[in-house]
């Protein structure tokens, strides 16, 4: 059975729907979500609905940060918070479906087992807050480590740089492989990128298809422009969110 894996859609609707289309198209019906439906963008509303039908959905650092602090956020980041908490807590909306919106942040999962396939957001090691990068292959601690709680592949988000990190401390790009992974034993932990923020340098979204062995790595185009709009007109967002979309950083 195929599943699509998204993450960090941080509010981006206009990434989602593109994504979502694209996913329907190859009839796919179970989506999972590794976290990071909100923030920076400026549809968190939007996009929580839709991510409370996924199959599960998991709690990114930013789910955690407005259920909770945010301490460890930068300036831009932590305004970006306060704004997205008053769209979660706007008195134009109807009462009942705020405390839903709040109720399934509270009750996101912060890691996810299913067979020996695990689904976390940003590590096995620290869930909600470690970031799995490229040159971390250098850091043999690090990757014993994360490895040795692996049962045998772990799906992550959270950097939003999609790959593969393989248990011979390798990093391969998506481009590397042809879009394609196919696991024949040992483990890899596999980043499926981001749908709403990319940061590799490619603004398309990104996001994966996993059918139990091969993972299809795919990049989808949506209207970054209308993103970035709405980002410049809503004051409580600083235009560096915008400006980064279209260059993919
Ligand atoms: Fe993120």
């Given at each position: 059975m195929r599943i699509a894996i998204v993450s960090d859609l941080h509010a981006n609707i206009e990434a989602l729907s593109a994504v979502l289309e694209h996913i329907n198209a190859q009839n796919i019906p179970d989506i999972v979500c590794l976290g990071d439906v909100i923030g920076y963008g400026p549809n968190p509303r939007e996009c929580i609905k839709i991510m409370q039908n996924a199959r599960f959905c998991l709690m990114g650092n930013h789910e955690e940060a407005?259920?909770?602090?945010?301490?460890?956020?930068?300036?831009?980041?932590?305004?970006a918070l306060e704004w997205t908490k008053e769209q979660l807590n706007s008195p134009d909306h109807d009462r009942t479906e705020n405390y839903e919106m709040w109720n399934f942040l509270g009750g996101l999962e912060d890691k996810h087992l299913e067979g020996d396939v695990f689904y976390v957001h940003g590590s096995p090691r620290v869930p909600t807050k470690e970031y799995m990068v490229p040159t971390d292959i250098?850091?043999?601690?690090?990757?014993?480590?994360?490895f040795s709680m692996i049962p045998s592949l772990c799906f992550v988000g959270h950097s939003h740089i999609p790959g593969v990190f393989t248990d011979n401390f390798r990093f391969l790009s998506p481009d590397r492989?042809?879009?394609?992974?196919?696991?024949?034993?040992?483990?890899?932990?596999?980043?499926?990128?981001?749908?709403?923020?990319?940061?590799?340098?490619?603004?398309?979204?990104?996001?994966?298809?996993?059918?139990?062995?091969?993972?299809?790595?795919?990049?989808?185009?949506?209207?970054?422009?209308?993103?970035?709009?709405?980002?410049?007109?809503?004051?409580?967002?600083?235009?560096?969110?915008?400006?980064?979309?279209?260059?993919?950083?």
């Open positions: 407005v259920m909770f602090y945010g301490e460890d956020f930068n300036e831009k980041a932590r305004q250098r850091n043999r601690d690090k990757m014993n480590e994360i492989i042809g879009g394609t992974y196919t696991h024949q034993g040992g483990k890899a932990l596999i980043n499926v990128g981001s749908v709403g923020q990319p940061r590799d340098g490619d603004p398309r979204s990104s996001y994966a298809v996993f059918d139990g062995r091969t993972v299809k790595f795919h990049r989808v185009e949506y209207d970054v422009r209308t993103t970035m709009d709405k980002i410049y007109a809503t004051p409580g967002l600083p235009n560096y969110l915008a400006d980064r979309l279209i260059v993919g950083r």
